[in-house]
């Protein structure tokens, strides 16, 4: 009885060794082999999953047969498409034209299955256009405005656009200008340049391959490669307006955001057709969605406007649409007063802004460098407070005085100056913000039946520069 047991179980284990001798002699499937079952699992079972699995087998071990690799690889894609997967679906085509260029016939179906460079429509505006934006919260406080601009620019014989930006956060202070050079036929940036009063400064210039930026905070330049077409994040809005937009289009395209000196893969797609109200008027619109959480609002119409933009919890609305202009002074009317810009200089009265007796004009300068304001009071308002402009005045210096830092009147004090038929009262001063010396200057003038005080401010530096241009607007100044 022991005996038997004995040998059963010396049998069983025999068998068993047998059988594991038998399974380890198995040969393992080849990478070939393995590519037949995956496409069997995708195509005959329709398990995309366990497919792609075989398939991601196959590539690692691609060094054995690099024909049935470079298969796998456009064979995963092919599943995470099937899936509605795309982002990993054009990360796997694209490792087929990077990881197997010889397998040409692969590449050239991967490059077919990869979302193509968008195609641009002809230009929308004509010889250039202007485009001006009021940006407000949630809650409809108006915060600043934005100003597009492009128009036609020689250089050096070559034929550009110029597209031109500028941002006023008056929430803050904060501001902005850009300017990008752009080829009229490709629409391919030649050169960029951002200043920022809080971000810094950069300046780009573009190449076939490649674009080197300097950063004002560094001492070396940034160089990027560039290996497919690249657009400057400053001459977005106008490539918005030349995509061939239609309801499921989509597209990806690279963009430099030349501040931080980085390359970002920018999705679009549009999701819908929507009619919305602005200020400027009542647009049809291809609603715009990119994946960095932004949305856009392109008129559907041949002009192609940006009519509104909603990013960083901030909505912009279109509230006037100008012809190109450059170099020319322009006309300011206010129900209290009248001036004449400088070339390139905008003005906007926040909505909101207007009360009974005052409201309040900012003024862009060129550089968008210049803190400059015009306050519009009626004159029965001031009277109740101060009886004249130097009254008005002094108050206001009290005020800068108790909160700025190291206040000081220049050598020259107030001076009494003369504005069209009006006496009015000047006073120039420095301070301190932050780390920067400032310079500006307080002018108040009554009229008839209005009052109205002129704020001009920038760094000490650059105050100097802009002196013409103050004594222009104040020289066009009219008071009611």
């Known amino acids: 009885m022991k005996n038997t047991k004995s040998t059963l179980g010396r049998s069983i284990g025999l068998v068993l060794l047998t059988c594991l001798s038998f399974t380890l002699l198995i040969p393992s499937a080849t990478a070939s082999e393995l590519l037949e079952r995956a496409i069997y699992t995708e195509e005959t079972v329709g398990d ?30 092919a599943c ?18 990077d990881n197997y260029p010889q397998a040409t016939d692969l590449v050239a179906k991967a490059i077919e299955r990869l979302p193509k460079e968008p195609e641009l429509l002809p230009v929308p505006w004509g010889d250039g256009d ?10 409809g406080l108006s915060v600043g405005y934005q100003i597009y601009r492009i128009g036609k620019f020689e250089k050096e014989g070559r034929a550009l656009w110029e597209c031109s930006a500028w941002q006023i956060v008056t929430l803050n202070n904060q501001a902005g200008k850009s300017r990008v050079l752009v080829d ?16 810094g400064e950069a300046e780009a210039t573009y190449d076939k391959n490649k674009v080197v930026i300097k950063l004002a905070n560094k001492d070396e ?8 077409t690249t657009y400057d994040n400053e001459q ?26 980085t390359q970002v893969p920018l999705g679009l797609e549009v999701s819908k057709i929507e009619t ?26 041949d002009n192609r406007y940006l009519v509104k933009f909603e990013a960083g919890g901030v ?17 300011l009317k206010h129900e209290r007063f009248s001036a004449t810009l400088p070339p390139d200089w905008f003005a906007f009265t926040p909505s909101g802004s207007k009360k009974k007796d005052k409201s309040k004009t900012i003024l862009i300068d060129p550089a968008a460098s210049v803190q400059a304001r015009i306050e519009a009071n009626s004159l029965e308002s001031i009277k109740k407070v101060h009886e004249s402009p130097r009254a008005w005045l002094d108050s206001t210096i009290e005020k800068y005085q108790n909160r700025t830092k190291d206040f000081s009147l220049s050598d020259a004090g107030i001076e009494t100056i003369t504005l069209g038929d009006r006496e009015a009262v000047i006073a120039t001063f420095e301070f301190h913000e932050g780390d920067k010396v400032m310079e500006g200057q307080h002018i108040c003038v009554f009229g008839d039946s209005s009052a109205v005080n002129l704020q001009f401010g920038t760094s000490k530096g650059d105050f100097k520069q802009w002196q013409p241009a103050i004594k222009e607007i104040l020289a066009s100044l009219k008071v009611e």
Request: hydrophobic share 40%.
């Open 221 to 228: 330049p940034t160089t990027l490669k560039l290996d497919s």
């Open 236 to 261: 977005g809005a106008e490539l918005f307006r030349r995509l061939p937009m239609k309801v499921g289009y989509k597209t990806k395209v690279n963009i430099i955001p030349i501040l931080t000196a």
């Open 48 to 77: 995309l999953d366990k497919a792609i699995q075989v398939y991601e087998k196959v590539v690692a071990e691609g060094k054995d047969s690099l024909n049935a690799a470079a298969q796998a690889q456009f064979r995963i894609g």
């Open 315 to 331: 909505a912009a609305n279109l509230t006037k649409v100008r012809p190109y202009q450059v170099n020319q002074s322009s006309p």
């Open 130 to 139: 202007e485009l001006h934006l009021e940006m407000k919260l949630p809650t």
């Open 80 to 97: 995470y498409a099937k899936q509605g997967k795309t982002e990993q679906a054009n990360a796997a085509f694209q490792a087929v034209i």
């Open 276 to 301: 919305i109200e602005v200020p400027a008027g009542e647009f049809e619109c291809f609603r715009l969605d990119l994946d960095i959480g932004q949305t856009f609002w392109i008129s559907n119409d």
């Open 184 to 199: 009229q036929e490709t629409f391919a940036p030649i050169k960029s340049q951002w200043k920022h009063s809080l971000l």
